[in-house]
T-cell receptor, first 115, second 111 residues
């Protein structure tokens, strides 16, 4: 069964802290994604990775960075957390290619609060 | 980046009612997808549409790929309590690994 796990369900951090959000998938997927979800704004793509050590900016990369050292793990980093980064963060993965391979498999999300 | 507009933003209905929601875009897509997010979980794919005009069902859910390729519709018949959640549309174009998601429709069932 498909499984995407995220390191924490809830996280509270202080302004200025460095924050790591971890995502692991067990499906051997090449592509992994980080989104943030805010009410009324839906899911917005922060970064994605199509292979180990490869990354590409999404629509809202400012204030974030990512790391993909192993195929199964994709980390989102907030270098200096700010209150406007309080949000739900969702990780997803998918196999490469077209055809019917559009489905992205999501983790349960990490609700981050920055105070 | 582009976002897809979903309407309505939220719905409050009674159990047994039918539900209709839609998703519109300023540009065309080759594929439309509908996801559902249960409270406290990540989104899960419900239906995928691959051809303009296509109508696809999954149990009580029916989705349509608009003729213009700029919109899609989702209907839920005879709603039940487990239909509660947020419904997202997503568009996809060939040659791109990314999906563009909609703003979401939150469905609440009033007892």
């Amino acid at each position: 069964d498909v499984k995407v796990t995220q390191s924490s369900r809830y996280l509270v951090k202080r302004t200025g802290e460095k924050v790591f959000l971890e995502c692991v998938q067990d499906m051997d997927h090449e592509n992994m994604f980080w989104y943030r979800q805010d009410p009324g704004l839906g899911l917005r793509l922060i970064y994605f990775s199509y292979d180990v050590k490869m990354k590409e900016k999404g629509d809202i990369p400012e204030g974030y960075s990512v790391s993909r050292e192993k195929k199964e793990r994709f980390s989102l980093i907030l270098e200096s957390a700010s209150t406007n980064q309080t949000s739900m963060y969702l990780c997803a993965s998918k196999p490469p290619g077209q055809g019917f391979a559009h489905e992205q498999y999501f983790g349960p999300g990490t609700r981050l609060t920055v105070t | 980046g582009q976002q897809l507009n979903q309407s309505p933003q939220s719905m409050f209905i009674q159990e047994g009612e039918d539900v209709s929601m839609n998703c519109t875009s300023s540009s065309i897509f080759n594929t439309w997808l509908w996801y559902k997010q249960d409270p406290g979980e990540g989104p899960v794919l419900l239906i995928a549409l691959y051809k303009a005009g296509e109508l696809t069902s999954n149990g009580r859910l029916t989705a349509q790929f608009g003729i213009t390729r700029k919109d899609s519709f989702l209907n839920i018949s005879a709603s039940i309590p487990s239909d509660v959640g947020i419904y997202f549309c997503a568009g996809h174009n060939f040659g791109n690994e990314k999906l563009t998601f909609g703003t979401g429709t939150r469905l609440t069932i009033i007892p």
